[in-house]
T-cell receptor, first 110, second 118 residues
Framework: GEDVEQSLFLSVREGDSSVINCTYT??????LYWYKQEPGAGLQLLTY?????DMKQDQRLTVLLNKKDKHLSLRIADTQTGDSAIYFC??????????FGAGTRLFVKA | DTGVSQNPRHKITKRGQNVTFRCDPI?????LYWYRQTLGQGPEFLTY????????KSRLLSDRFSAERPKGSFSTLEIQRTEQGDSAMYLC????????????????FGSGTQLSVL
């Protein structure tokens, strides 16, 4: 079945890089996503990657995809206190349903 | 356009009461989703509308839950005879995808309705 797993917590110092990891089970996933949720708010799409790509860079964000191992990662360069939030990995196959992981809580220490 | 709007933001109710939530999607977004999120978890899919048609319902959606999108614009989610286990954040999301075969779908979420059942 469909399942997305993430580590629950990550703590980094301001200015360091953050790497959030995710594994998924559905090999037919065509798109994989990273969403961000701040306290009391809904989810906001950060970036996405198509399954035939290995890497995608978008300003401070770098997404790496290892399709063989079904492993996705999000690297945030020069992490700021404003990056403190919950980051959700999500996968989507064909059709309509997007499946979310439980989220990784990123704490950024000043 | 101010994004996806959900009302109310918070709802406290007693067990056994009925509650109704409203979602106003981004205008012209034809797809609308309801998700439920509990503390420490990611959003779980509940149901999906393509325009006014409800095309899929999760097994999580018991008979006490009903959702409508009568004119293909706003949507309501009603929970009858609420139970303490219904306490959660109910999230609405919309998407501008028109092609039923499209696989890249960016979801735009509202801020959610936090339901507490006492």
């Amino acid at each position: 079945g469909e399942d997305v797993e993430q580590s629950l917590f990550l703590s980094v110092r301001e200015g360091d890089s953050s790497v959030i990891n995710c594994t998924y089970t559905d090999s037919s996933s065509t798109y994989l996503y990273w969403y961000k949720q701040e306290p009391g708010a809904g989810l906001q799409l950060l970036t996405y990657i198509f399954s035939n790509m290995d890497m995608k860079q978008d300003q401070r964000l770098t997404v790496l995809l290892n399709k063989k191992d079904k492993h996705l990662s999000l690297r945030i360069a020069d992490t700021q206190t404003g990056d403190s939030a919950i980051y959700f990995c999500a996968e989507k196959e064909g059709g309509f349903k997007t499946i979310f992981g439980a989220g990784t809580r990123l704490f950024v220490k000043a | 356009d101010t994004g996806v709007s959900q009302n109310p933001r918070h709802k406290i109710t007693k067990r056994g009461q009925n509650v109704t939530f409203r979602c106003d999607p981004i205008s012209e977004h034809n797809r609308l989703y309801w998700y439920r999120q509990t503390l420490g978890q990611g959003p779980e899919f509940l149901t999906y509308f393509q325009n006014e048609a409800q095309l899929e319902k999760s097994r999580l959606l018991s008979d006490r839950f009903s959702a409508e999108r009568p004119k293909g614009s706003f949507s309501t989610l009603e929970i009858q005879r609420t139970e303490q286990g219904d306490s959660a954040m109910y999230l609405c999301a919309s998407s501008p995808v028109w092609d039923s075969e499209a696989t890249n779908e960016k979801l735009f979420f509202g801020s959610g309705t936090q339901l507490s059942v006492l």
